[in-house]
Structures are given as structure tokens and as C-alpha cells.
């Protein structure tokens, strides 16, 4: 059974930098060597987004427009810990941010994002961050 459970929420001024953690498990057994994991989040009154996600056995790492140049998307193999390195914040990144899993298609094919994130299988419960003006 895959589980994700994200850590590292917390409130931070504006233009300062937090890293996020998924801890993940159950996924090569689901979708062995090869699959895609990513960050979303949902602002409060808005859709949930995609923000970036890695190809975990392609190497190709994706952002989405907002957080081009600010955010990074990284995996630790060795812990299978999943993390997202987030610089120069703005008010606007205010939300609740959740990691997810599906298969390598989901990547490769440019899918991962789309529609709210339905391409995905699996989501953790999701960790508040707040970032102060």
C-alpha cells in the first residue's frame, strides 16, 4: 500500500525559503523502478495545482509557471523521501501543499498536472505553509 506523509508547513516571511519533505513507501512495490511523484497545493478558495514533479527513474524533473526559478523538486533514494526546496516565497504561495505518486506516464507524458492533478493515484493529507507579507 502506498502511503505519503508530507512534513515541514510552517509560517515564514515573505521572500524567505522552506523545505518541504514526503516521506513515501509502498511505491516501487506498486510501480517498481520507474514513476512519477510531484507537489500540489491549494489555496484557500482556489483549485488545487500542480506545482512541480520528478520522473523518478528518468531523471526529468517539471515545474509549473509560478514557481519557475523559485522552487525544486528533489528525491533522496536512499531515505525514498521526497522533497521541495522553496526560495524567495510571496504571499501568494500561502496553501495547503500535498505530495502525490502515480505511474512514470504520468510524467513523461506532460499529464501530471493537468486537471487538478486527476492523473495522479496517490496523495498524502497535505501540510500548511503561510507566508507573511
Known amino acids: 500500500q502506498v502511503q505519503l506523509v508530507e512534513s515541514g508547513g510552517d509560517t515564514v516571511q515573505a521572500g524567505g525559503s522552506l523545505r518541504l519533505s514526503c516521506t513515501t513507501s509502498?511505491?516501487?512495490?506498486?510501480?517498481?523502478?520507474?514513476?512519477?511523484l510531484a507537489w500540489f497545493r491549494q489555496p484557500p478558495g482556489k483549485e488545487r495545482e500542480g506545482v512541480a514533479g520528478i520522473y523518478v527513474g528518468g531523471g526529468s524533473t517539471y515545474y509549473t509557471d509560478p514557481v519557475t526559478g523559485r522552487f525544486t523538486i528533489s528525491r533522496d533514494r536512499a531515505t525514498d523521501t521526497l522533497y521541495l526546496q522553496m526560495t524567495s516565497l510571496k504571499p501568494e504561495d500561502s496553501a495547503m501543499y500535498y505530495c502525490a505518486a502515480s505511474s512514470a506516464y504520468g510524467c513523461y507524458s506532460g499529464s501530471w498536472h493537468t486537471g487538478k492533478g486527476q492523473r495522479m493515484d496517490y496523495w498524502g493529507k497535505g501540510i500548511q505553509v503561510t507566508v507573511s507579507s
Open positions: 509502498g511505491i516501487g512495490i506498486t510501480y517498481g523502478s520507474s514513476y512519477c
